[in-house]
């Protein structure tokens, strides 16, 4: 009975051990898998929130380059055909008085004279000028005496600048 | 189970921390990124509104000699950087200039546009002006000429019916309507058809206007002189040049018959009363203050000088400024034509500037024993007597020996300093001796402690090493004075050197001062200033030497012993030392201070002053003012005008033609009409503001113009039209004598009944009246009674009429009633032309002073 009792004691005593193992073993393992996890979504909740943080950056800063870009119209003036300008054309000279420097993309001059409502579109890979500076465009356009016209320049951020000029 | 719930919560504490951390790094970016936008916008703002609060203004538009000319103010408040001005053409597609720029004009300040662009107009164009600016503010501005379109344009003629012979005035307005608000510019109008039996007397008048604002008048005057029958009708028309064709207007005068005698006699004009004029555009300056507004300080009138002796006016301070000013146009609009003004004006200059230490100035005011000035402004001829000439302006007229004088230099005008005359020494035994026999040697023997030797010299290298003498002066005990160049040594040749060496009771001490490195052969005009100084108790004296204001050095010795540099022989300028060490260059204004040691600040000033031309610089000022001496128009204004150096002080006072030189200014000017309805003066301001002391001598008799070479004090202008009104004083004592001159077309007489001259208090305290007693023409003289009239007065001839005395109650009286005072004169003239028609004419003459 004694060793039966030892025996039994034994295999009670067996039994409690491989319980309190398995409890190390599993919380080791959730440790550890826990770990991971939280170490994982750390990294992604931190990637994501670069990328936002990026991607809202770069948002701000277009639009804020866009809002401070400012053009002003100089001078717009007609010429007749004369040198390499075979055609009328009109000189158009705008000064950049903004904090940035822009890039002239297009000149659209839209005639709004009456039923005449033709419209021409210069594009220019050319058209860098930096603050404070001007820049003179030549655009050809079959321009009549008293015609109205609207010149309309596009920038590369997206904005557009508008003047109407009658022509003598 | 206990320790899986631990663990539990470490894991969702670790969560959380790791969602709120994420969460807040991700607000507070965004609060970040909302910050800068905001800041963005701020700036953006603030940038807005000083656009917003940039303004500016083009005003002024003209032209001035066809150069586009204008005004740029910046109205706003802020500063304004004008970037750029576009002139485009009018009417012209290809034409357009653009002007890049960079200034800046602070808020209320202006910017001519002449001193920015050069840009010739075409007087039959019209531009478009465009100014922008660096905020990107555009300011536009059209400028029209005459051909753009049609103006209105009215001719008046007034009157429009007058006798022939007469005059009328032809009016011309020109109203700036263009659209736009265009300015005009260079409006001028073309000649008056003007057929035959018309002559334009003058006009137009104003020649034109560089330039009229939107909505203003220009306004053209002519007078014209019409013969011809009655009825006769005259036409005008009147046009712009390159104007509109067909933009003209016209009007026209009748010639009708006299139907007022009064009318007639108009050509009878006034020569004034009896006094003696120098000339008919001579003003002459004069020391009367009666009859002048209180604006004013002196008369200038057309008598001869009459005021004795003259006065002298100083012009020393800023705050000294004299004024003198016309009598007043009373008959007739004075027409002065466009020409040369010239004020010729007696003055002598002091020979030193203000502020000198005490007693500098005995140089000149006590010159026999202080010193002596040569500033070599005029020639003496070779062997000629320096202490008689006019290059010494002190210890003038001293016995001399036959050896002082110039020897071998050679004088040259306008090569000095500042441009006065000045010798030249050619190396060769070329000097100046000054005797020191006698008396003389008092004014430049430097022979007490304290002495003082200035000049300006203008070396030339001699090609050799030998030093060369601007000045010595020696004897034979080896006692010297020496201001020479070099030492004969190559290492010093062109230093400036000044020695002294005393001889006198035992003593041996050489003193020189020298310029260290620095050298003057370099042909260029320098100052010197060699000063021997000398302690109170005379034990150290020393000596310092300036060159072109700046000491250079100085040196002491401790052996004095009140010993002074007395050589004896003569004082000479340049050398006649042989031996190759005569001076080789020029020299100019030799000053010696006898018993002084100049300080810095008198080198400082002597340096500096002017004894050529800039010797003084006055503010000239030429106006029109009304009959009370307010201004109307500013004729011209001279602002440090240069008046040169006037050396006198070799004559005495009483010498004025020598004593009184002077100097003038001139200028020329356009023509300018002196208006009887405001009753205007010419006034003459001289302002002093800078330069030596200048001493104006005015109303001189001396200085007549016919005995003496000169005349006082006076002003010159182009010949009037008209006769000049002058200043009348009237002796109650005698009659009045009254000159007339009838330039009609007609000989006249004069009637004793209603030929009057009237004499009204400008106090309002009494009114008197003349009779007439004779009247000469030519040689003939003819009492005028009820009984008899004037003798015949032919047409452009002059008439002395003599008038009794005013009285209360007219009559023949020789007893003085009138008091003495000043009255408004008139003169009545009745008569009848050889062509029978009758006359009164109204002559008014002004102010007259009425003295006992």
Redo the contacts between chains.
Sequence with gaps: MLRNKKTNLSSYAAGRYRRGLASIVTSGIILSAVSIMGVMLLGWSQTSISEQKQEMNDVYNTQMNKINEKLVYENIWFALPAGLMTANHLNVTVANIGILGLNVTTIQITNTTGTNNTSFSYHYTNGGVVTGDALSFNATYPWQSTDELDVRIFTSRGNQFFSTVIAP | MT??RG?SAV?GT??LI??VV?AL??VS??LN?MG??SE?MIV?ES?EKDKQSEALEISSIRSTGMELDGVIKNTGEIPIEI??I?I?E??S??V?Q?F?LSEEIAPGNTLNIADLIDFTMDETKGYNL?V?S???E?KSIYVNSANQEKLDIQLMAIPDHIPTDFVATILMTVVNNSTNNNILANLTPSALTCGSGCTIESGPIPTSYDSLESGDIAIFRWTVKLSGNVDQIFDFTGSLQNGVNGNTDSTTIVISEVIESNTAGEALNALGLGFDPFAPDVFIFHTETNLIPASANYQMSLSKPDGGDGAVLSFNDVSDSYTFISANSTVEDIVIPAGIWDASLRYSSAPLPEGLSSGIDDIWTDGFDAGHIFHFNENISAGGEVEDSVQDSTCYNLSHTDLAGIFGASWHVGQGVNNSGAYYFDGSNDYIRIDDSGADNKCNRPDEQLFSITGWFNATDPGNDNMMYIMEKDDSSNAYIEIVLGDDSASNKGKLYFNFHTTASGSDDLVSCNSGTDTYLDREWHHFAAIRWDTSDNDDCGCRLYVDGVEVDEQEITTCDSQRVKPSNDLFIGSDSGASREFLGMIDDFMFFVKDDLISSDVDKIYHASFGDNAHKMTITIDETDGEGNILDNISTDVSYPLPFSDSFHYSVSDENNYYVGGNYTISLPQTTLDVLTNSRLQFTMDYDDGLELNLNIDDEALDGVGSNLLSSFLQIPEPLEDLPTYYVYSRASDVDFFAFNGDVSGAWLTYQGTRMVFNATDGSGAYASLLDTVTVGTETSDVDYNQDSPYIPKNTQATMIFHRPHSSPNESDTPEIPTGVYNVNVFLSGYNNEGVTFVRNINIGHVLVIS
């Design positions: 320790s899986h663990l894991v670790v969560f790791a969602v994420g790094s991700y970016y965004s990124i800068n936008f963005s953006s940038r970037k750029t576009w485009d009018q009417g597609n290809d357009v653009k890049t465009k922008v660096g905020r990107g555009v």
